[in-house]
Protein backbone atom coordinates (compact mmCIF):
# COMPACT_ATOMS: atom_id res chain seq x y z
CA UNK A 1 0.00 0.00 0.00
CA UNK A 2 2.95 2.45 0.18
CA UNK A 3 3.82 5.11 -2.77
CA UNK A 4 5.24 7.89 -2.99
CA UNK A 5 3.67 10.83 -0.88
CA UNK A 6 2.48 8.29 2.19
CA UNK A 7 2.08 8.41 5.59
CA UNK A 8 2.19 6.30 8.21
CA UNK A 9 -1.30 5.29 9.58
CA UNK A 10 -1.87 2.80 12.21
CA UNK A 11 -5.03 0.08 12.31
CA UNK A 12 -5.47 -2.51 14.81
CA UNK A 13 -6.31 -5.96 13.88
CA UNK A 14 -7.07 -8.38 16.66
CA UNK A 15 -5.76 -6.25 19.15
CA UNK A 16 -2.37 -5.38 17.57
CA UNK A 17 -1.32 -2.23 16.17
CA UNK A 18 0.12 -2.27 12.88
CA UNK A 19 1.73 1.02 11.19
CA UNK A 20 1.31 0.97 7.26
CA UNK A 21 2.09 3.37 4.41
CA UNK A 22 -0.74 4.81 2.79
CA UNK A 23 -1.48 7.67 0.43
CA UNK A 24 -3.48 10.39 2.68
CA UNK A 25 -6.59 9.93 0.00
CA UNK A 26 -6.68 6.45 0.63
CA UNK A 27 -7.01 6.62 4.28
CA UNK A 28 -10.22 6.14 5.09
CA UNK A 29 -10.29 3.25 2.44
CA UNK A 30 -7.09 1.48 4.14
CA UNK A 31 -9.37 1.95 7.73
CA UNK A 32 -12.30 0.23 5.95
CA UNK A 33 -10.23 -2.46 4.71
CA UNK A 34 -8.75 -3.09 8.51
CA UNK A 35 -11.87 -2.63 10.04
CA UNK A 36 -13.21 -5.51 8.10
CA UNK A 37 -10.28 -7.86 8.23
CA UNK A 38 -10.52 -7.18 11.87
CA UNK A 39 -14.12 -7.94 11.70
CA UNK A 40 -13.58 -11.18 10.03
CA UNK A 41 -10.87 -12.39 11.63
CA UNK A 42 -12.68 -12.35 14.87
CA UNK A 43 -15.29 -14.12 13.54
CA UNK A 44 -12.72 -16.98 12.84
CA UNK A 45 -11.09 -16.68 16.05
CA UNK A 46 -14.75 -16.81 17.64
CA UNK A 47 -15.67 -20.01 15.84
CA UNK A 48 -12.90 -21.87 17.88
CA UNK A 49 -12.21 -23.67 14.91
CA UNK A 50 -8.97 -22.32 14.09
CA UNK A 51 -6.19 -21.29 16.60
CA UNK A 52 -3.12 -18.89 16.00
CA UNK A 53 -3.33 -15.76 14.43
CA UNK A 54 -1.10 -16.47 11.34
CA UNK A 55 -3.92 -19.21 10.84
CA UNK A 56 -7.14 -17.04 11.18
CA UNK A 57 -4.96 -14.68 9.18
CA UNK A 58 -4.14 -16.98 6.32
CA UNK A 59 -8.49 -18.38 6.69
CA UNK A 60 -9.75 -15.00 6.30
CA UNK A 61 -7.76 -13.85 3.67
CA UNK A 62 -9.10 -17.05 1.87
CA UNK A 63 -12.84 -15.95 2.99
CA UNK A 64 -12.37 -12.56 1.47
CA UNK A 65 -11.02 -13.49 -1.69
CA UNK A 66 -13.93 -16.19 -2.37
CA UNK A 67 -16.03 -13.19 -1.13
CA UNK A 68 -14.71 -10.96 -3.82
CA UNK A 69 -14.52 -13.67 -6.51
CA UNK A 70 -18.04 -14.64 -5.98
CA UNK A 71 -18.68 -10.74 -6.34
CA UNK A 72 -16.97 -10.38 -9.46
CA UNK A 73 -18.52 -13.89 -10.85
CA UNK A 74 -22.11 -12.28 -9.84
CA UNK A 75 -20.85 -9.03 -11.61
CA UNK A 76 -19.92 -10.22 -14.97
CA UNK A 77 -22.60 -12.31 -15.06
CA UNK A 78 -25.14 -9.29 -14.46
CA UNK A 79 -23.00 -7.26 -17.26
CA UNK A 80 -23.21 -10.39 -19.58
CA UNK A 81 -27.54 -9.85 -19.36
CA UNK A 82 -27.22 -6.15 -19.64
CA UNK A 83 -25.53 -6.85 -22.78
CA UNK A 84 -27.84 -9.15 -23.87
CA UNK A 85 -30.90 -6.66 -22.81
CA UNK A 86 -29.31 -4.08 -24.96
CA UNK A 87 -28.71 -5.62 -27.88
CA UNK A 88 -32.28 -6.84 -27.61
CA UNK A 89 -33.37 -3.76 -27.42
CA UNK A 90 -31.28 -2.47 -30.19
CA UNK A 91 -32.83 -4.79 -32.62
CA UNK A 92 -35.96 -3.90 -31.55
CA UNK A 93 -35.16 -0.04 -31.82
CA UNK A 94 -33.75 -0.75 -35.87
CA UNK A 95 -36.63 -2.93 -36.20
CA UNK A 96 -39.02 -0.43 -35.53
CA UNK A 97 -36.98 2.07 -37.13
CA UNK A 98 -37.22 -0.01 -40.68
CA UNK A 99 -40.97 -0.57 -40.21
CA UNK A 100 -41.29 3.41 -39.97
CA UNK A 101 -39.37 3.94 -43.17
CA UNK A 102 -41.23 1.15 -44.92
CA UNK A 103 -44.88 2.56 -43.85
CA UNK A 104 -43.54 6.08 -45.35
CA UNK A 105 -42.44 4.27 -48.16
CA UNK A 106 -45.86 2.60 -48.62
CA UNK A 107 -47.37 5.96 -48.13
CA UNK A 108 -45.38 7.46 -50.56
Do not use: F, W
Not at 39 to 48: A, T, Y
Not at 87 to 105: C, F, G, H, M, V
Amino acid sequence: MSEHNSQSIEVRILERSYMVGCPEEKQEELIKSAKYLDRKMREIRESGKVIGTERIAIMAALNITYEMLNQNTSDEASSDQLKRINQKLSSAIQALRQQDEDEKTNAA
